[in-house]
């Protein structure tokens, strides 16, 4: 079955090359300056597998279709032979370029059916529905922790062994999570990958561009249950909500007083030890 580009009148004879090309006209659509997530392309679902009954060259391994073979290929030789057209970055399969492409695209075809998000990988949407159930099957043996994910749970137990694989080769400290230890490396290189389109500042972690986003759109999504005021991030609704509880959560460890925000407590520790 062919595929059409929703662009132009160009047919493909699969839906992944389908895609690599309309990532193309990103290039050229408007000069280059429309933006990947607001021009919304619509793909079609992928083909069906046809059972072609193909086996790698170098293995006895059976896959369903021409695709299969061409990704099984490259990892069985360790390329990444499937380059983006966008940022140069290649991968080793036609999936793994799919699920990139989307990253340029803004296309989120896995759609949540409890609350309107939407993710680009399916992975993602699993993880996302844990928080609706509830539902954390993997338990650690050391603290009775719970956790979604399998893999989650794997890199927990870390903390308990002291396992840290990834050291930094400028300071020598090591982690055990990976995402930890590419954020303190940005501490050593001040890159910061997380553009904002609507300023010239730049972010080292993906969710301060987020928070800083909501600058700009004025969205609020934190409410207060007690007095309606809304707030753009969860810690600020969360400092707000003290202000109704009167919880103080901040212990002075000279005096009994307690303060409801961090901050407050270093001044007023500055009474006791002298300093300025």
Not at 31 to 46: N, T, V
Not at 96 to 117: D, F, N, V
Not at 158 to 179: D, T
């Given at each position: 079955?062919?595929?059409?580009?929703?662009?132009?009148?160009?047919?493909?004879s699969d839906?992944?090359?389908?895609?690599?090309?309309?990532?193309?006209?990103?290039?050229?659509?408007?000069?280059?300056?429309?933006?990947?997530?607001?021009?919304?392309?619509?793909?079609?679902?992928?083909?069906?597998?046809?059972?072609?009954?193909?086996?790698?060259?170098?293995?006895?391994?059976?896959?369903?279709?021409?695709?299969?073979?061409?990704?099984?290929?490259?990892?069985?030789?360790?390329?990444?032979?499937?380059?983006?057209?966008?940022?140069?970055?290649?991968?080793?399969?036609?999936?793994?370029?799919?699920?990139?492409?989307?990253?340029?695209?803004?296309?989120?075809?896995?759609?949540?059916t409890q609350?309107?998000?939407?993710?680009?990988?399916?992975?993602?949407?699993?993880?996302?529905?844990?928080?609706?159930?509830?539902?954390?099957?993997?338990?650690?043996?050391?603290?009775?922790?719970?956790?979604?994910?399998?893999?989650?749970?794997?890199?927990?137990?870390?903390?308990?062994?002291?396992?840290?694989?990834?050291?930094?080769?400028?300071?020598?400290?090591?982690?055990?999570?990976?995402?930890?230890?590419?954020?303190?490396?940005?501490?050593?290189?001040?890159?910061?990958?997380?553009?904002?389109?609507?300023?010239?500042?730049?972010?080292?972690?993906?969710?301060?561009?987020?928070?800083?986003?909501?600058?700009?759109?004025?969205?609020?999504?934190?409410?207060?249950?007690?007095?309606?005021?809304?707030?753009?991030?969860?810690?600020?609704?969360?400092?707000?909500?003290?202000?109704?509880?009167?919880?103080?959560?901040?212990?002075?460890?000279?005096?009994?007083?307690?303060?409801?925000?961090?901050?407050?407590?270093?001044?007023?520790?500055?009474?006791?030890?002298?300093?300025?």
């Amino acid at each position: 079955m062919p595929y059409q580009c929703c662009r132009c009148d160009m047919t493909f004879s699969d839906y992944e090359r389908r895609i690599l090309h309309m990532v193309t006209h990103m290039s050229i659509h408007n000069g280059g300056h429309e933006s990947a997530s607001k021009q919304k392309l619509k793909f079609p679902q992928p083909p069906a597998p046809v059972n072609t009954g193909k086996r790698s060259q170098q293995c006895t391994y059976a896959l369903s279709k021409n695709n299969d073979l061409l990704s099984h290929l490259s990892t069985d030789t360790d390329k990444k032979v499937y380059q983006c057209t966008q940022c140069n970055k290649a991968f080793p399969g036609y999936s793994h370029l799919i699920c990139h492409l989307r990253s340029h695209t803004g296309e989120k075809p896995y759609q949540c059916t409890q609350c309107t998000k939407a993710f680009s990988i399916n992975s993602n949407l699993i993880r996302h529905l844990g928080t609706h159930t509830g539902d954390k099957p993997y338990q650690c043996s050391h603290c009775n922790k719970f956790f979604l994910q399998k893999c989650n749970l794997t890199k927990h137990m870390w903390e308990h062994n002291g396992k840290k694989p990834y050291q930094c080769s400028h300071c020598g400290n090591a982690y055990s999570f990976k995402c930890t230890f590419i954020m303190h490396m940005r501490s050593h290189t001040n890159e910061k990958p997380h553009q904002c389109n609507y300023c010239d500042k730049a972010f080292s972690l993906k969710s301060n561009l987020k928070y800083h986003l909501r600058t700009h759109s004025g969205e609020k999504p934190y409410h207060c249950s007690d007095c309606g005021k809304s707030f753009s991030l969860k810690k600020t609704l969360t400092i707000h909500l003290r202000t109704h509880t009167g919880e103080k959560p901040y212990q002075c460890n000279y005096c009994v007083k307690t303060f409801s925000l961090k901050g407050n407590l270093t001044r007023h520790l500055l009474t006791h030890t002298g300093s300025k």
